[in-house]
């Protein structure tokens, strides 16, 4: 768990900075029902698992809120690497298998946060994410949750972001600063508008500031 600084180093500058993000996301859901959070990217090694892990130790923060991470970025899943737990049993296993929910949720160290892992690489990602069984598991899940947050593939690579993107409630594109160019992020764009993805804010990731040398994360909100 050494890449989520909200629950190693509560007090660094960077974990102050996801409480600042989660203080946004609060704010632009007071007249919303932002439960189901996706977070995607244009590119490989933007920090969207980075992100999305952090986001939901300072969500799980708040007080008797039950929140959980889905692994849905099937192709390369990272999730599980994150909290050190396995990626056996998980969601295209619940997917196909069609048994309890609750023998695929993998607890964390963490109070309140759970994990589906992504569980068996399937060879068709794709096609399970846009299936009428994912979407009921979606709805399933949002009865027993306050918060998810969905970790998925670059928008910019595949197509499975967007797949998911306008069944859920909110996304979250992360940036990488100096990480990706102007033409990518303006295509990452027009695919998110293309499916209609309400996309809540942007999170700038590893900016530097010279002064004392952190990286940090920003939040800007879109809406």
């Given amino acids: 768990m050494n890449k989520i600084l909200s629950y190693k180093e509560p007090k660094s500058v960077i974990a102050e900075q996801y409480r600042s993000i989660r203080t946004s996301i609060q704010y632009s859901n007071l007249d919303k029902k932002l439960k189901t959070i996706l977070v995607t990217s244009s590119t490989k090694n933007e920090g ?3 992100t999305t892990t952090n986001l939901a130790v300072n969500f799980a923060a708040i007080d008797k809120k039950k929140v959980l991470i889905i692994d849905c970025d099937l192709r390369n899943p990272s999730v599980h690497k994150a909290f050190g737990i396995t990626n ?12 309890n929910i609750v023998n695929y949720i993998k607890t964390t160290e963490i109070d309140n946060l759970q994990v589906l892992t992504s569980g068996l690489i399937p060879p068709n990602p ?10 009921d598991l979606l709805s399933s899940l949002k009865e027993m949750y306050d918060y998810i947050f969905i970790d998925t593939p ?3 690579i595949v197509t499975d972001a967007g797949i ?4 859920v409630d909110g996304s979250i594109l992360v940036v990488k600063s100096n990480g990706v160019e102007v033409k990518q992020l303006e295509e990452t764009k027009r695919k998110l508008d293309a499916v209609n993805a309400n996309v809540i804010g942007v999170v700038l990731n590893a900016y530097k500031v010279e002064k004392d040398d952190y990286y940090y994360y920003s939040y800007y909100g879109s809406k």
């Avoid at 998911?164 to 069944?167: D, R, S």
């Fill in 126 to 135: 794709s096609e399970i994410l846009a299936s009428k069984v994912m979407e």
């Fill in 154 to 156: 670059p928008i910019g």
């Fill in 88 to 99: 056996a049993g998980g969601l295209t296993d619940l997917l196909i298998e069609q048994k």
């Fill in 48 to 50: 969207k698992t980075t």
């Fill in 164 to 167: 998911l993107a306008n069944k």
